[in-house]
Every structure is written in C-alpha cells, then in structure tokens.
C-alpha cells in the first residue's frame, strides 16, 4: 500500500483551495458546501451569528436597526472568506445540482450540525426571503474613486443584483426611476424596436447610442423628442449620489420586494487599510442602512484585524470618533487558525479503514522511534510536540502536527514581507492547498515516509520575492553539484 492508496477521497482531486467570491457555479459551490468542516469553533461562531440574526426574520421581525453589522476577523489561514462564503449559501438557501440531484445548502448542515433546537434556527432564517450579495471589494472598486470607493461599490453590486446598469450608476438612476413610473419595460421595448439590441446588451456603450435612448424615453414617457434629448445629455450632471440617498433606494427595494438584503464583503479591512475616510464612509453606511431600513439589511464585513484593532490606531491618530462603527457591528466573530489541522485532516487526510489498520500497526512497530526523532529539545512548546498517540499518527499521516503550526507562521511571515505577499494575504494560496500539493509529491512511496518540511516549498515559492528566491535555487543548485561531484 503506498500513500496514495491510503485515503477515503482521492488526494489527487480538485480541491479549491482558494476562497473566490466570485466563483458560485454548482461545481464549486457543491463541493464547498459538502467539504466545509464545522469545527467547534466555527459552530460556536454560526450560533452568535445566528442568535444575532434570527430575530431580525419571520413575522414577528423586531426592529434592530443598530445591530445589523457583522464584523468578522482573522488572519491568513483561518477561513473568514469561507466561513462568509457558506453562510451566504446558507441565507439565501442556495441550490446546487451534482450527478442530477438537486440539494438546498441548508440540507449540508442536517448532517453537520447535530443541536436540533440550533438547527431550527438556522431552518427559520435560510427559509425567510433574503437577498444576498457577496463580493471582493478590492476586486469590485475602481482606483479612481478613492473615499468614495466604498460607496460606489455598494451601490454597483446592488444595481447589478437587482438588474440595473452596474458600471453607470446614472445609467442605472434613469433605470430606477422609470421603474417608479411604471414606463422601464415599455422604454426596453421601445429602444429594441429602434436600435435592434436589447437595452441590457447596449447600455454600457451609452454614449453612442443617445440618439435611440431619447427616442426610446420620448415614446415611454410621452414627453418631447428635445425633452428627453436634454434628459440623456444631463444624466451624469444631475445624478445625486450620497449615502442617504443610496439607503433609500435599498429601502424602496425592500418594501417592493418584502425580503431581507445583507451585504457581505470580502477583505473590507485590507482595502480599507489606514484611510479613516474610507472607515468613516463604511460607519456611516452601515449607521443610515439600519435606520432607513429599519433592519431589514445587514453588512457583513472581513478584515485580519478585528473591529478594535483596526479602528484603534486611526482614532488615536486622526482624532475620528469611530464609536459608531463599534456599537453597529455588534456582532464580532473571531476566527483563529487553531483549527486549521481538523480542517485539513477532515477535508483531505481521512483514512480508509485498511489504512487505519495498516498504520495502526506502524505505531505499534515504530512509535518510539517516531516520538524521540521528531522530538525538539526539552523547551520544546507544545504547539512543537511530536506525535505522543497511535489515533493522532494516524489521523495526521503523512505529516507531522508541528508541520500545521510551522507552515503557518511562514505564511503569516511572507503575507508581512515584501510585494509579493499581499497575493498571499488575499488567499492566493491555501494551507489545505500546500498540504495536498506536499503529500502528493510522496504519493508513490510506501508507510514507511513521511512528508518532510521542505516539500512545503512549491506551495510557497511563487510568493517569495525574486532575490529570495532565486538564492534559494541557487543553492540547491550548488548542493546538486557538490553531491555530483562527490560521486565522479
């Protein structure tokens, strides 16, 4: 039997190890929801959510405007993007198909989660109709908008979500307010008949088609072809575009609609960084949509650094009263990374039941042996401890449990270092990725190895400055060369 044989799921699978926003097709969002491992921790951290947010769905709604933000922490490695990423499948009941079968995401959880009261929960809100928006700020922001990014972005996906124009929020004002007087369907029509295009196809090009726009609006509304000329040439001019007004167009949507809206975004706090003007825009979105919405619409956030951490530095540097922010994202849900060996060993290293056995006898033969050649000196701490048990040799083979820790903190070292470690802090690259990259460079050997540190390397060096890199290879190069010549 050799180390490819030995697990339940094949190690050479696709695994995505890396959490997109964006990337929601059944394929994916099937496997997300069937691998997620709900650890103690993480079931702890779904109950504060969910004890914070039940309330606000079902008839019996209360009102609470000013606990509709969520702000959730956590450094590299500890799976904030996917901790959000499964609870917007769960909120807006996401359905996948896989092998012809149809599944909801709340049916995953039946199997996950064992608390029938806290389970009921969970059924009361993915049941309550809820819109859900999930992106990468960074990947949906424009450079050029500077203190306004935030907004703009809230107001793009939004527009989006609902069927505006997303790139021209103008575009997408005469949208809405068309939509108000009952005219947007018959403006479509009218401008396919004149144009021959769908409105949806053309509008982002709008500047070469503002002929057919006014006459299109001339035929929806009943006013004048030069009306509605002057109408398309002062859109941009005469767009009002603040926060309050964006609240209200939410709440208008949500009294059409009778649902909930949450807003989740992905890396808010490393985009955010050190600008206080882009926190204090944050605040004050987050402050006016639970009051104008009465609740009804909820921003869930992810940042490394939790609420307190990373408004402190800005208040005491800038004089900004973020109390606000603190007292609206209320609930505060802190991922750490000690969970990452139960995630890695749920989700690629279960063992068949022949390899249990197999290995089992390993121990037996050779657990001294492992115990005292993996051992550090005496003032070894304990998160650098060898294996000390047969069921943790198995659960972890062919790793060791410092490997977790180690492999960690090199990540956590690279992610502050350097240019290219801002690919890294934004999930370029997972620990479960580098964890299956390692074992399947040994997949062909026998129980008798285990995967020494320095496999970890092709996980890790495409995020290595040039200079460190390329010392690196050329020392291995060097060491190549010596051992050749040693054998002339």
């Not at 001294?368 to 070894?380: C, E, K, M, V, Y």
Request: net charge negative; glycine share 6%.
């Amino acid at each position: 039997m050799n180390i490819e044989q030995i697990f339940e799921k094949p190690l050479k699978r696709n695994i995505n190890g890396v959490v997109k926003a964006e990337q929601t097709d059944d394929a994916s969002a099937y496997i997300e929801l069937d691998e997620y491992v709900i650890t103690r921790e993480l079931e702890n951290h779904l109950r504060h959510f969910f004890e914070s947010y039940v309330p606000a769905t079902g008839p019996e709604r209360i009102r609470m405007e000013n606990k509709i933000g969520v702000w959730v922490s956590g450094f590299f490695g500890s799976g904030k993007s996917h901790f959000i990423k499964i609870l917007s499948y769960l909120l807006s009941n996401r359905k996948v198909t896989h092998n012809g079968t149809e599944r909801n995401a709340y049916s995953f959880f039946e199997d996950k989660i064992k608390d029938a009261l806290f389970l009921a929960d969970i059924n009361k809100a993915v049941h309550y109709p809820t819109e859900v928006i999930l992106f990468n700020i960074d990947s949906r922001a424009n450079v050029d908008d500077k203190e306004d990014a935030i907004l703009k972005v809230f107001l793009k996906v939004f527009n989006e979500r609902i069927g505006y124009c997303a790139d021209f929020p103008h575009i997408a004002h005469l949208e809405r307010e068309l939509d108000k007087r009952g005219q947007y369907e018959t403006f479509k029509a009218a401008f396919a008949d004149i144009n021959g295009s769908r409105w949806e196809d053309e509008r982002d090009a709008y500047y070469f088609i503002s002929d057919d726009m006014a006459q299109a609006l001339s035929q929806a509304t009943q006013q004048s072809l030069e009306a509605s000329r002057q109408w398309v040439e002062q859109l941009d001019k005469n767009f009002p575009l603040d926060i309050n007004n964006f609240c209200q167009w939410v709440k208008e949507w949500l009294d059409d609609n009778g649902k909930n809206i949450l807003f989740m975004v992905d890396e808010v706090g490393q985009f955010i960084g050190k600008n206080t003007q882009m926190m204090l825009k944050l605040q004050t979105i987050t402050e006016n949509l639970g009051v104008i919405c009465g609740g009804r619409a909820w921003v869930i956030v992810t940042s490394q650094a939790d609420i307190d951490a990373a408004i402190g530095g800005m208040s005491s540097r800038d004089g900004q009263d973020f109390s606000k922010i603190q007292g609206r994202f209320s609930t505060r849900l802190q991922l750490s990374s000690s969970n990452t060996s139960e995630v890695i060993q749920k989700r690629l290293l279960v063992k068949t039941d022949e390899a249990k056995a197999a290995l089992a006898k390993v121990w037996q033969e050779k657990g001294d042996i492992l115990r005292n050649q993996l051992a550090f000196d005496p003032t070894t701490t304990t998160a650098l401890r060898p294996f000390t048990r047969e069921e943790e040799f198995v659960d972890n083979y062919p790793f060791v449990p410092w490997h977790y820790q180690i492999l960690q903190k090199v990540f956590e070292s690279i992610r502050t270092k350097g240019a290219a470690g801002k690919q890294l802090a934004m999930g370029e690259r997972s620990q479960l990725e580098a964890f299956q990259t390692a074992a399947q460079q040994i997949s062909a050997q026998g129980l008798d190895s285990l995967v020494p540190f320095w496999r970890f390397y092709a996980a890790i060096e495409s995020f290595l400055e040039p200079a460190v890199s390329r010392t690196i290879t050329q020392a291995a190069r060097m060491v190549f060369l010596m051992s050749s010549m040693a054998t002339c």
